[in-house]
């Protein structure tokens, strides 16, 4: 595939505005529809060199300036503001935004003198409402310029950036959607990835990872940990899930499972060998995807039926990543989107080699997706 939501994650850094990588800032754009909500680079650059306080940095992912960001934080107060920030168009979809932010929310935190981060955005702008809101931002109401602006509490240096409250409620709200698209037999869960979080890899996990990043490894702990408590609900004394050379997860014999996270949750789901063949789940923003990104999705077998027409691309996206997961196992297959036609209306996908699968999908409070083989009987 081309994106393996339980493998990949952005290795974001962000650098300082320079002769290096200004002209790369300045090349970035925004959709259309997005420019009437943020100032332009140029704009925030020319007010950067004005203002002592405006810290301006490049959003780097993979060696590409990615994005851009501009915050202060005033050495004689707690509160810092981020404001400015954006993604190139050609780049959003893909949870660049959400790893920025958590990234820049890290770099703050450690300046040591930060308690809590304020940030504006114009009230129509739905996107970054939903993108800090996932966060943990608390909106205030509108300033003096009618910019919304949304305050987040930094409850302790390690920066856990989603407030617990919020996280359990939306780990509820997870927890109960991956309930509903479950069949018999079938438990799931999920967590909140928290730094520090690699701490729940066993040592014989750890090893079949070592080459992970940490901020990975993060995530990847997080995941573990869900199945971990999964499998001891059904008895197994060694609950070890190692990363097979395909990137894959190895089960515990008798078991098949899935592992997928997103930039802020991990889920998991276990089930019997007895009780399923094999299952994959995929967990994303409920955020529309890039119709240069859906044009690689799609393909011509799918069968899109009356799918929410701004996150019809992105579900697709999700059933195929969890329908590529539930086969790998069964047939040893690297697949592409375009060998998984996906049949919204029947609940079912097919695979280049045959393969059928039941899949089924939730869309709040973001897309879960979950595909599977029954056991024939």
């Given at each position: 595939m081309t994106?393996r939501?339980?493998?990949i994650?952005?290795p974001?850094a962000?650098?300082p505005?320079?002769?290096?990588?200004r002209?790369?800032?300045?090349a970035?754009?925004?959709?259309p529809?997005?420019?009437?909500?943020?100032?332009?680079n140029?704009?925030s650059?020319?007010?950067?060199?004005q203002?002592?306080?405006a810290?301006?940095?490049a959003?780097v992912?993979?060696?590409?300036?990615v994005?851009?960001?501009?915050?202060s934080?005033?050495e004689d107060?707690?509160?810092a503001?981020?404001?400015r920030?954006?993604i190139d168009?050609?780049?959003?979809?893909?949870?660049?935004?959400?790893?920025?932010?958590a990234?820049?929310l890290?770099?703050?935190?450690?300046?040591g003198?930060?308690r809590r981060?304020?940030?504006?955005?114009e009230?129509e702008?739905?996107?970054a409402?939903?993108?800090?809101?996932?966060?943990?931002?608390?909106?205030?109401g509108?300033d003096?310029?009618?910019?919304?602006?949304?305050?987040?509490?930094?409850?302790d240096?390690?920066?856990?950036?989603?407030?617990?409250?919020?996280s359990?409620?939306?780990?509820?709200?997870i927890?109960?959607?991956?309930?509903g698209?479950?069949?018999?037999?079938l438990?799931?869960?999920?967590?909140?990835?928290?730094?520090?979080?690699?701490?729940?890899?066993?040592?014989?996990e750890n090893?079949?990872?070592?080459?992970?990043?940490s901020g990975a490894?993060?995530?990847?702990?997080?995941?573990r940990?869900?199945?971990?408590?999964?499998l001891r609900?059904?008895g197994c004394?060694?609950p070890?899930?190692?990363?097979?050379?395909?990137g894959?997860?190895i089960?515990?014999a008798g078991?098949?499972?899935?592992?997928?996270?997103?930039?802020?949750m991990a889920?998991?789901v276990?089930a019997?060998?007895?009780?399923?063949r094999?299952?994959g789940?995929?967990?994303?923003p409920a955020?529309?995807?890039?119709?240069?990104?859906?044009?690689?999705?799609?393909?011509?077998?799918?069968?899109?039926g009356?799918?929410?027409?701004?996150?019809g691309?992105?579900?697709?996206?999700?059933?195929?990543e969890?329908?590529?997961?539930a086969?790998?196992?069964l047939?040893?297959r690297?697949?592409?989107?375009?060998?998984?036609?996906?049949?919204?209306e029947?609940?079912k996908?097919?695979?280049?080699?045959?393969?059928?699968l039941?899949?089924r999908?939730?869309?709040?409070p973001?897309?879960?997706?979950l595909?599977y083989?029954a056991v024939e009987r």
């Amino acid at each position: 595939m081309t994106r393996r939501a339980d493998t990949i994650d952005w290795p974001i850094a962000l650098e300082p505005v320079g002769k290096g990588n200004r002209a790369a800032v300045l090349a970035l754009e925004l959709l259309p529809e997005q420019q009437q909500y943020v100032a332009s680079n140029a704009e925030s650059l020319t007010e950067a060199k004005q203002d002592d306080e405006a810290i301006a940095r490049a959003v780097v992912c993979t060696g590409r300036v990615v994005g851009f960001l501009m915050y202060s934080a005033p050495e004689d107060d707690d509160e810092a503001i981020i404001y400015r920030f954006m993604i190139d168009r050609r780049e959003q979809g893909r949870g660049l935004g959400r790893a920025a932010v958590a990234k820049a929310l890290k770099e703050i935190a450690k300046l040591g003198h930060i308690r809590r981060v304020a940030i504006c955005y114009e009230p129509e702008n739905e996107a970054a409402r939903r993108l800090y809101a996932a966060f943990g931002f608390v909106e205030q109401g509108l300033d003096e310029d009618d910019e919304m602006i949304a305050v987040l509490e930094l409850a302790d240096r390690a920066l856990n950036t989603r407030p617990q409250r919020m996280s359990a409620s939306i780990r509820h709200s997870i927890e109960q959607a991956l309930a509903g698209l479950a069949p018999p037999g079938l438990s799931a869960g999920c967590r909140h990835i928290q730094t520090g979080d690699e701490q729940y890899l066993l040592p014989e996990e750890n090893a079949s990872m070592a080459t992970r990043e940490s901020g990975a490894r993060a995530a990847t702990g997080a995941g573990r940990h869900v199945a971990h408590e999964l499998l001891r609900r059904l008895g197994c004394a060694n609950p070890a899930t190692l990363r097979g050379r395909s990137g894959s997860p190895i089960w515990p014999a008798g078991i098949v499972g899935s592992i997928a996270h997103d930039d802020t949750m991990a889920v998991a789901v276990v089930a019997r060998s007895g009780a399923l063949r094999s299952v994959g789940v995929d967990i994303e923003p409920a955020l529309p995807l890039p119709d240069d990104l859906l044009a690689v999705v799609a393909a011509a077998g799918d069968r899109l039926g009356d799918l929410d027409p701004e996150l019809g691309g992105r579900i697709l996206f999700a059933v195929k990543e969890a329908a590529y997961k539930a086969s790998f196992p069964l047939d040893g297959r690297v697949l592409g989107f375009e060998d998984i036609a996906v049949d919204f209306e029947k609940g079912k996908a097919v695979t280049s080699p045959g393969r059928r699968l039941a899949v089924r999908f939730a869309t709040s409070p973001c897309i879960l997706a979950l595909a599977y083989a029954a056991v024939e009987r």
